[in-house]
């Protein structure tokens, strides 16, 4: 299956190619320089994993990025992440005889393998800490990267992520976001079931992009003197001169659509899902954060924050299948918060649906606040043991138990006692014991002791049974 969407109103076009044939990779074989820790690169090779030097574009300098020795050279084949390496479009890995890499201008390639080195370890390592998965491919897997694409384009082909360049040809297209971008792509094919092609399903899918590659920007979580973390996307690259491709916070501000429902005409605009992510991230009124409106329902929202609203969202993919729709989405992500944190957030996570205008759906979740357990006594008071017999001159200890809906404070006190008896009541809390005292010369026979429980101008009450019998009566019928 080929699938092409371009992204927004600009040239940046994706081409997804299922089912094409598997990475390649320059596999390394041993080593002999020792910088770092040797690890396992694959099945039958072993090769040294290193941190080499990036003098990068967008990440600062010196980066560390992972890097290989093999045979007298190093290369941008990264060990600790299987599958990622880079290299100029249809040529081999990058090879040199030192682990240096880039001059930090943004029209070398070495330069742009190593922003794309770093920002897909830095994916990577989100997909990992944040979201529990394994790899791009959820099998402890990633992708060769490609630059050089002589294009103002990037794209993910379905076995390999391939940039070029801005229109001033100033910049290469591998910004955090945009790297993160076409590496979701690939988490993104590779998660729940195929989603089809129909107009919401390449939105839902363009917009999973760019929450990815957003996600990867916040995970980096670079100072404002470098890529710092931010809802735009492109905002490192000018790639036609415009600024930002797109902005999750007010998608309109970048000529995208804030609400739901689509139009139906192309492009393809991620616009609404990407509104829905950050209004469940941030709200509408995060501090230090820009503001963001809503199309319908109520004006303010409270975000759950990034982490949350990406587990949230990661869980909801799991369920994607074919048709896959804003309705579909929106009940699958209220299953996820529910499943993973219950009401508050799930209803978070609608109120975000509800304020970018997709409505209510069939089958979608429930929840109500947690109501107290029943109480396992009935309302009002009990005695535990309800009845005793004592000796003259002896004397019992019987708990009295208070329900949880009795208001406090709750007086005590007991009615009915026999001459020559006595009630101390002692009460701490909701734990209350009386202990009856019945004198030697109390009568003999039954009586009914009643407690009362006073709470809030009302009364509730509970008997006892107190036998008094003297030792010998036991035996006389
Ligand atoms: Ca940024
Ligand atoms: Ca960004």
Redesign the pocket.
Known sequence: MNLKTTLGAFALMTVVTMGTTAPANGAETTSTASRLATVHSGAGTAGRALLGSGNSHFNGNPVAVQTTYSGGLYSLNDPTHPGLSCGRLNGPVLTKPTDAWGDGTGTSLETACVDVMFAAQKHWDMLRDWLGRNGVDGAGHSYPASVGLNDVNAYWDGARAVFGHNSARTDQLT???LVGYHYGLAVYAKTGYDDGNGPEAQSLRLSAADIFGTLT?HYAN?PPA?????Y?IG??VNIVGGGPLRNMYDPSLTGNRNCYPLSMIPPADGGPQDHWFYLLAEGTNPPGKPASPVCAGPSTLTGVGIQKAARIFYQGIQRKSLGWSYGRARVATMLAAKNLYGCPEMNATKAAWTAIRVPAQAGEPTCSMPTPPPSPYPSGITVDPPSATVSPGGSTTVQIRLSPDMAQPVTLSATGTPAGTTVNIVQAGQTITATINVSAGAPLGTHTITFVATSGGSAKTAHFTLTVMGEGDQATP
């Open positions: 910004s955090l976001d920007e670079h470098l890529d710092e973390p931010d735009l905002e490192e």
